[in-house]
């Protein structure tokens, strides 16, 4: 298999062989020097960014469980592992539930998507819980289809640069929709099992070559 035939089976996805190194992406602003005018409470500055740029959204509510531990912030800490969610890639690794809770607030609380996997609380899950493609909030016991959120996630692939992120993130995209019944997110399932296939053949031609 020649080079140029690599680009192009892969070309849809804008892949650039030369830059295939693993490169780990960290939450920019956690674990930074601490500042007395931010506001975060997790002392994180792109929190601070992030919620101005969420300006224009509906305020989150206010909340007296997991939101009065010192060192957790509502916008930027997942609820289920209290750790600092990561804006990378268009926010593909964590969910926010943005579920109205009363007339003039969301719930606002974010969830790493692999926590939620873990906890039965996102992709297909049955049981009394009974998930199909969805988030179930701890917070607001309410759900959100997860379906957008995957499909934002495979318009993000179309212009990664590195094969490892894109198979992490495809990855995810793949554990979101396993078993779901519903005909669109099988569809869209189907497509992210084709660019899993062909990165699996990309790889298999780096190595021989």
Not at 66 to 90: M, P
Not at 154 to 174: P, Q, Y
Request: overall charge neutral.
């Amino acid at each position: 298999m020649h080079l140029c035939n690599g680009f192009c089976f892969f070309s849809s996805f804008n892949i650039v062989f030369a830059d295939l190194c693993n490169r780990e992406v960290i939450a920019e602003g956690l674990g930074s020097e601490l500042h007395c005018d931010l506001k975060c409470k997790a002392r994180n500055k792109m929190c601070d960014l992030q919620m101005e740029a969420r300006s224009n959204s509906l305020p989150a509510m206010a909340c007296d469980i997991c939101c009065t531990e010192s060192g957790f912030c509502q916008n930027c800490c997942c609820i289920l592992c209290s750790r600092g969610i990561n804006w990378a890639y268009e926010c593909y690794s964590f969910i926010r539930c943005e579920e109205n809770v009363g007339e003039n607030n969301i719930c606002g609380h974010a969830a790493h998507i692999d926590c939620a996997l873990r906890s039965y609380m996102a992709g297909t899950v049955g049981g009394s819980i009974r998930l199909d493609a969805e988030y179930y909030c701890r917070r607001c016991d309410r759900r959100t289809d997860l379906i957008p959120h995957v499909t934002r996630l495979v318009k993000t692939c179309e212009s990664l640069d590195s094969l490892n992120d894109l198979e992490k993130i495809l990855n995810m995209g793949l554990c979101i929709l396993r078993g779901t019944q519903k005909e669109n997110a099988k569809r869209l399932l189907k497509r992210i099992e084709l660019a899993l296939a062909k990165v699996s053949c990309v790889f298999i031609f780096l190595y021989e070559v």
